[in-house]
């Protein structure tokens, strides 16, 4: 499902809009769309970057819910809700760039060697533990695929390797744009 220039244009504003008057006045503004491509159902992840490093990134694969409200949702959570960073404050605003990533659904493999490191995302399913990463971190690491699936792991709270014995492993596609 590529998305058209446009396209990608509105989710991007529909995210700033989101988090600056979320981050500012603790309400989610009414959005609406015209884009029926924006209207199908997607799942996405947003990330807020500061400067070069990462200040947020949330996301899900629910395919039921319009993509414009999935970006919404996730740029609103990016911001205030992942548990590794203190929530966005308003004068950090001014700092922020908005990264979303447009995904296909989850594939389920059994056969390493079907995940393309920089092209496909990896999301990790072992007993209670779930762990994902986009498949831009790969190129920005420079990792191998199996340092992928390894780094996977760590993000899931598993060992090292854990992917290797009962785990679920499905690889999923993005469509990465962001704020020039």
Not at 110 to 125: A, P
Request: charged content about 25%; aromatic content about 8%.
């Amino acid at each position: 499902m590529p998305l058209a220039d446009a396209e990608k244009k509105s989710l991007l504003n529909i995210a700033r809009l989101v988090v600056e008057t979320y981050v500012r006045e603790r309400r989610m503004p009414s959005v609406e769309v015209t884009q029926p491509a924006l209207m199908e159902g997607h799942g996405a992840f947003v990330s807020l970057h500061k400067k070069s490093g990462l200040r947020g990134c949330v996301g899900k694969f629910d395919f039921d819910t319009p993509l414009y409200k999935t970006v919404a949702e996730m740029a609103v959570s990016a911001a205030t809700q992942d548990s590794r960073f203190s929530p966005v404050t308003p004068n950090e605003l001014g700092d922020i760039t908005i990264e979303i990533s447009a995904l296909t659904p989850l594939k389920e493999v059994s056969d390493m060697s079907e995940i393309i490191t920089g092209r496909h995302g990896i999301y990790i399913v072992k007993g209670f533990y779930r762990g994902v990463l986009l498949p831009q971190v790969a190129v920005e690491l420079g990792l191998g695929r199996e340092e992928f699936l390894d780094h996977t792991c760590l993000k899931a709270g598993l060992p090292l390797g854990a992917w290797k014995k009962d785990a679920k492993i499905y690889t999923f596609e993005a469509e990465i744009f962001k704020e020039e």
